[in-house]
């Protein structure tokens, strides 16, 4: 998928824990991609119902505001402020495996209004939320230390309480399984990664 490595480290015993290093240096190379990709008119145009309901332009403007979501949730959970933040919750058992897992499965979740894209997406609002991502990941490799230890929680629609370093682990396989249902809508366009 995407030549991206992806790695999950689980200690023996306690808690999962999460390679900062990894998600940070995973989804820097995940947003790159999808940027590329988004400054060609081509792949923007490509669509293919079979694939997916949605564009390419509409999947990368999609993962471009669902991790603006994330990061910013993720720079609240290690400033410890914001509205939705959740002190002493748990993340289940079973988000745990979710996020542990190299992707996600397609059609198992419905985007929230706020991260669905309009049908027309527009190139200029695309490279601003894209470059506004870049910035935010940038920021966020200066307090790395304090991602992995951000004790509070702040909750996903659908897997329930996660924290600052959950937050990046699901932007990064978010961002890598929208960039792999673009690249089946490329295949199925008759378009390759250099047009």
């Not at 999460?18 to 490509?46: F, K, P, T, W, Y």
């Not at 999947?59 to 002190?87: F, M, P």
């Not at 979710?98 to 695309?126: H, I």
């Amino acid at each position: 998928m995407l030549g991206i490595p992806y790695h999950f480290c689980r200690p023996e015993t306690g808690p999962p824990t999460m390679d900062i290093d990894e998600d940070l240096n995973g989804l820097q190379a995940a947003l790159n991609h999808c940027r590329e990709l988004g400054s060609r008119e081509s792949v923007r145009d490509a669509s293919d119902p079979s694939v997916s309901d949605w564009s390419a332009a509409q999947h990368l403007y999609h993962t471009a505001l669902a991790c603006d979501l994330s990061l910013r949730n993720v720079e609240g959970l290690v400033a410890q402020r914001g509205l939705l933040i959740v002190k002493g919750a748990r993340t289940s058992e079973e988000t745990i495996k979710l996020l542990a897992k190299e992707e996600f499965r397609r059609g198992q979740a419905e985007s929230p209004r706020m991260v669905r894209p309009d049908g027309e997406v527009n190139p200029q609002f695309l490279a601003r939320e894209q470059e506004g991502n870049r910035a935010t990941l940038e920021s966020l490799r200066r307090c790395r230390d304090e991602i992995s230890s951000a004790p509070d929680h702040v909750p996903h629609q659908v897997l329930g309480p996660l924290t600052a370093a959950m937050w990046l682990r699901f932007a990064r396989l978010h961002t890598l399984h929208h960039l792999a249902i673009i690249e089946d809508i490329l295949t199925a366009a008759g378009l390759s990664r250099s047009e």
